[in-house]
């Protein structure tokens, strides 16, 4: 039986693409610090590291799209945080942007990591940015490491 595992290594000279949402900057540029700290650890030199600041995270899924489609990056991790306001409208925009970074992904072939807190409260995301919960950018950026290098393992059509 074979079996394929991603490793937490980039491929060689691989470029990874940040997209982060200036909407909600306090938590946003924590998870960018997050990502950006695990790509380092895990080898990536600055150099291949290119972060686009998207107004907000609705937009984050057109950006995602053009930078996975461009075939200059091994994955594209979003980040972002939508946080529950007096309406329904954290809904909205939570559940069209996880379904845009979706199609991204699947349209281009590329990894888009789904790096958007989701919180109820300020107090969550605050947690989910680098204190009690972790660092969801962090985990973001670790999963676009092991989704490129998995990637490169699988066979092609001319394979």
């Not at 909205?92 to 590329?110: C, D, F, L, N, R």
């Not at 958007?116 to 107090?123: A, F, Q, R, S, W």
């Amino acid at each position: 039986m074979k079996q394929y595992h991603g490793e937490l290594v980039a491929p060689a000279g691989a470029t990874f693409a940040i997209v982060v949402s200036r909407f909600n900057e306090l938590i946003t540029s924590k998870l960018l610090d997050g990502a950006t700290d695990a790509l380092r650890r895990h080898g990536v030199e600055d150099a291949n590291v290119e972060v686009v600041w998207a107004p907000g995270s609705w937009e984050i899924p057109l950006v995602a799209q053009k930078l996975a489609g461009s075939d200059r990056y091994a994955a594209v991790v979003c980040l972002g945080a939508v946080i529950r306001g007096g309406t329904d409208h954290h809904q909205y925009i939570a559940s069209e942007v996880a379904k845009g970074v979706a199609q991204a992904q699947m349209s281009t072939g590329v990894p888009c990591v789904f790096g958007v807190l989701t919180c109820d409260t300020i107090e969550q995301a605050v947690e989910r940015a680098g204190t009690k919960a972790g660092n969801k950018g962090a985990d973001a950026a670790a999963a676009a490491l092991e989704m490129a290098n998995l990637l490169g393992q699988l066979p092609t059509s001319e394979t």
